[in-house]
């Protein structure tokens, strides 16, 4: 439904963001640590690349006052992602652009807007997902990549 929006044509962040994110970093970050350190080390990241975006009227979808509930969305996020873009076999628009424009979308019509029960549900959401799948979060730096992305 998402797709079938002014959205995705208005919201083209998703597009070169994910290609540097998803893209170009997370396989690189997978090559030197876990895939639950790389996963939250690129949340951070991401959490940081957003900071200027708060101070430019217009451009979030809330006021700094929700700052950390935004930043817990974007951890939790990055970790979904993650386990998407391992799932997925480093499918950068299944586990990046995909979601990055949904969440996006979300927001902009109101859907999501970073609050305590949003991001309570995405960082469960998030743990659920590294406890089931454990053995890919917490293997050695470089054979998430070989491993996983290769069947």
Known sequence: MLFATPQILANTGPLGEELGWRGYALPRLLERQNALSAGLLLGLVW?????????????????????????????ALSLVMTWLFLR???????????????INGMGAVGAWLSRPPEAAGLAILAMFLVVLDRRRFFRRPGQATKDDLNG
């Open 47 to 75: 959490t940081v690349w957003h900071v200027p975006a708060f101070f430019i009227s217009g451009v979030m979808g809330q006021s700094l006052q929700g700052f950390g509930w935004w930043a817990l969305d974007t951890l």
């Open 88 to 102: 997925a076999n480093g499918n950068v628009v299944v586990a990046g652009m995909i979601p990055h424009f949904v």
